[in-house]
């Protein structure tokens, strides 16, 4: 009998070793390679977008306004420092097909060569950073195409002079590569590809960009943010267009962003007076050291249209 107890004993312990072996293999297989989440609070920092995409079925309304310049010719008291006018507003409409796949509809006023611009874009997360840094950051690609209703220009030089249908669209590729540095920091990368079908004489139809953004969180839902793209326009362009008067400046913007509840609102400064990549990108034409920045706003009102259970039935 004391030899069966000691085996069943010996049988006991060695299970147990077994056992915990097991679970210790199921720990690192699930939990040690665990996505990052929250790198930013929304899809958009403050011109261009983050690495963020919605959830499944959660609907996203935007909407993004820039008004006048604070400074300069056209700022100032005479239009309560740019509140007076408004040089860019979108409306849109974004939802998430799955938890990495997100689809949208926009309606811009436009500024700058295009106006009355409907856009469609798609984003797709193809990368998540995870805790343990067996994936260091986390990759997102973007790409959108508009198309603008405005009358034709009767200027055949301009680029919103449109001869077939077509020269009305532009299009935006991007890749979005993203890294969540502990609690508070944030940074993107963002290289992008903008084509024009119609620009004006001596503009470029491609045109190549690196844009950098940063988030640093200051409380619980209060959050500091910055981005800047610099386009690679050619020389021969910038040359051309100097001469006319016309001078090409790098986007930049920063500002404070708040979050309350399923609200995400930041308030931000920025010389672009576009909202639309396809147009701040190569179509920046004010300075801030010229008093030629503004401010504006980005709202973000999340819905979920259907729970869970109603998709399981």
């Not at 950073?129 to 508009?146: E, W, Y």
């Not at 034409?285 to 009102?301: P, V």
């Amino acid at each position: 009998m004391k030899t069966i107890c000691l085996l069943l004993i010996s049988c006991g312990l060695y299970l147990a070793g077994q056992a915990q072996d097991l679970s210790k293999m199921f720990e690192d297989s699930t939990a040690g390679h665990q996505p990052v989440i929250g790198t930013f609070k929304s899809t958009r920092i403050i011109m261009g977008h983050s690495n963020e995409t919605l959830k499944k079925h959660e609907l996203d309304f935007r909407v993004a306004h820039r008004f006048g310049d604070i400074g300069g010719s056209f700022g100032g008291g005479k239009t309560a420092f740019g509140l007076d006018n408004s040089t860019d507003i979108r409306i849109a409409f974004e939802y998430g097909i799955t938890d990495d796949l997100m689809v949208g509809i926009s309606r811009a006023k436009g500024s700058g060569d295009l106006s009355q611009v409907f856009e469609g874009l798609a984003k797709y997360r193809v990368l998540k950073q995870t805790t343990d840094d067996q994936m260091p950051v986390s990759l997102s690609v973007f790409g959108n195409v508009t198309l603008s209703t405005m009358t034709s220009s009767i200027d055949e030089t301009s680029a919103s002079h449109f001869e077939e249908f077509t020269d009305r669209m532009t299009y935006v590729a991007q890749a979005i590569i993203a890294r969540k540095f502990g609690d508070r920091l944030s940074l993107t990368l963002s290289p992008t590809y903008v084509h024009r079908n119609r620009v004006g004489y001596m503009d470029m139809n491609n045109m190549f960009a690196l844009g950098g953004s940063g988030r640093i969180r200051l409380s619980k839902r209060l959050a500091f943010i910055a981005e800047y793209y610099y386009p690679f326009r050619s020389q021969s362009s910038k040359d051309y267009y100097k001469a006319q008067g016309i001078e090409f400046f790098n986007p930049l913007g920063a500002g404070l962003e708040i979050e309350t509840g399923g609200h995400v609102f930041s308030v931000n400064f920025t010389n672009s007076t576009a909202i639309l990549e396809n147009q701040f990108i190569p179509e920046t034409r004010a300075s801030w050291l010229q008093g030629q920045f503004r401010w504006g706003f980005n709202i973000s009102r999340r819905f979920s249209l259907f729970s869970k259970k109603d998709w399981k039935k």
